[in-house]
């Protein structure tokens, strides 16, 4: 009898017998941790839909970036609040902008944090969408003339990372072009490939004051309804010069995550998103779920599904669990 089937168990007996033949592990410098700095406050400013996040005021930049530091982490990916919005998102390529200030103070405090530097318009837009709008409608090649300025300036500003976030067709090789010619080949473009119209994204757009003020933005984020859509993306923004690829968001898409693993050699990025982290947290404190173990399986699917580095909120808490 004992010969008419497989024990499988018999590598699960026991903790330690358990961790030896562990596939996929978690470890601090897997994540990237986003920073939302804001211009003008003095003190922090809480986020209420996703607790554990607050927009840091410049002059706390210090304080946060020793906790940091601290918990392991090594990378951070950078969100400005500015105090001005205006219809053309000057403050996103303004050389004094908040995040071009963050990117300078970070990497004179802290030169060993790698920096990425979130490339897009919708914080500094009065009309929070990614792009200049002209009649209603989102312009695509007029907006990749701005993102490739603010992309320059942040290089200049020291970024290790550009990670542009817009979803303009185009905006890997105007990018790219802009920065090899500004004397920048060597910065690698963390791309936001493959990023949905996703209702997930709701907690963020609090933390980063981005909520579009007329419409949405299905003409220019994808259908979530899209598989081989995302193929395509993937493939143009690789022959345009990106470096990583971006999937977003990842847990309700894990599916385009192991297609892009397979399909390609460059890293690979999930961004675990805020609606992801709220829905845990709200769950965690009611207590419904044990938040540890959650947050660990979640983190850990992303990784056994294909991605090399994630972004998400909870890098902080996951740190701490792996220090224990």
Known sequence: MANEFKRHRRLRQSASLRSMVRETHLH?????????VVEGATENNDVGSMPGVYQVAFNNLKKELDEIIELGLTSVIIFGVPEVKDPYGKEAYNDDGIVQKSIRFI?????????VADTCLCQYTDHGH?????????ENDTSLELLAKTAVTQAEA????????NMMDGFVTYIRKALD???FPQTPIMSYAVKYSSAFYGPFRDAAHSTPQFGDRDTYQMDPANRLEAKREV??????????LIIKPA???????????EETDVPLVAYNVSGEYSMIKAAASQGWVDEKA???????????AGADLIVTYHAKDMARWLKE
């Open 28 to 36: 601090p410098e897997d994540f990237i941790f986003p920073l939302f």
């Open 107 to 115: 990497k004179d405090y802290a030169p060993q944090l790698t920096v």
């Open 130 to 138: 990614c792009g200049v709008v002209n009649g209603g409608v989102i």
């Open 158 to 165: 020291g970024a290790d990372i550009i990670a542009p976030s």
């Open 181 to 183: 010619e500004s004397g």
């Open 235 to 244: 493939k143009s923004d690789l022959e345009e010069g990106a470096d990583f």
């Open 251 to 261: 847990l309700s898409y894990m599916d385009i995550l192991r297609d892009t693993r």
């Open 294 to 304: 959650i947050v660990t399986e979640k983190l850990l699917s992303m990784k056994r």
